[in-house]
């Protein structure tokens, strides 16, 4: 039935929405999710996964529209940006070659991770605030959270999870963590669409292109307000939720692989 594909896209457009920058993993979810929903179509699910990533990317350049003008001008933020960048592309690009993703999403693999990481996460948000973001950060703090942000090639990781555990292991507080792995998602998320474009031009359908701008539009409305309500949220509060969130979630999968 045409209604059920498009409450299945609904469905994962709001996971991957409200996942995207929130340290929980996106990936994670979102894997375990087209396994139980099954689109039982590999071509549609690369697409879709182009579609709603690209809605995630369209939320943050428009939240902050502001900082990326700002680009122009600030070449500091604009260079360390691209200093966090190059070592998850480096290294995702070889990944992609080898084609080690496949082992990577592994539902154990994502289990162990969502556990192991959260503990790592608690950890870093017991870090004193001892630096300020302002206008950048230095090169070797970017170096540092870019490396980190390797790790988010495995399931479970979550990216913003694991730049904001190396942000708060730094010193930067909570609300400045959380800002440089927004704008830093940016390149990131390019790279993915870019990278999941290429492949999909020899499995594009036209037929599905309305169902692929549903996944994109919707994905796009609760990027926007997960960015909203999330940096709202850390001003006031640390990030003991969300820890407990992906202590529920890992134990969870591992209570599913066992079912």
Do not use: W
Request: include cysteine; charge should be positive.
């Amino acid at each position: 039935m045409p209604e059920l594909i498009y409450i299945k896209v609904l469905i994962l457009a709001l996971i991957q929405g409200l996942t995207e920058f929130l340290p929980i993993s996106s990936s994670a979810f979102l894997v375990v999710a087209e396994e139980i929903i099954n689109l039982n179509n590999k071509n549609l699910n690369l697409l879709f996964n182009i579609s709603v990533h690209s809605g995630s990317l369209f939320a943050v350049l428009i939240y902050f529209k502001k900082e990326i003008l700002s680009l122009i001008k600030n070449y500091k933020l604009l260079f360390n940006l691209i200093i966090a960048t190059i070592p998850v592309v480096l290294v995702g690009f070889i990944v992609k070659i080898l084609n080690i993703n496949i082992i990577l999403q592994n539902i154990n693999v994502i289990a162990s991770a969502t556990i192991i990481f959260s503990i790592i996460l608690f950890l870093s948000d017991k870090t004193k605030v001892a630096l300020k973001f302002e206008d950048s950060i230095s090169n070797k703090n970017a170096l540092i959270i870019g490396l980190a942000q390797v790790l988010a090639l495995i399931p479970g990781t979550s990216r913003s999870g694991i730049t904001m555990t190396a942000a708060r292991y730094l010193g930067f507080s909570r609300i400045d963590a959380s800002k440089f792995s927004f704008l830093i998602s940016i390149p990131v998320l390019s790279a993915a669409t870019f990278l999941g474009l290429v492949d999909a031009t020899f499995n594009f359908n036209s037929n599905i292109l309305v169902l692929l701008l549903f996944g994109c539009v919707t994905s796009f409305i609760f990027s926007y307000l997960c960015i909203k309500v999330f940096l709202s949220f850390v001003e006031k509060n640390d990030l003991t939720l969300f820890v407990i969130l992906r202590l529920v979630i890992g134990l969870g999968l591992f209570i599913y692989i066992l079912t």
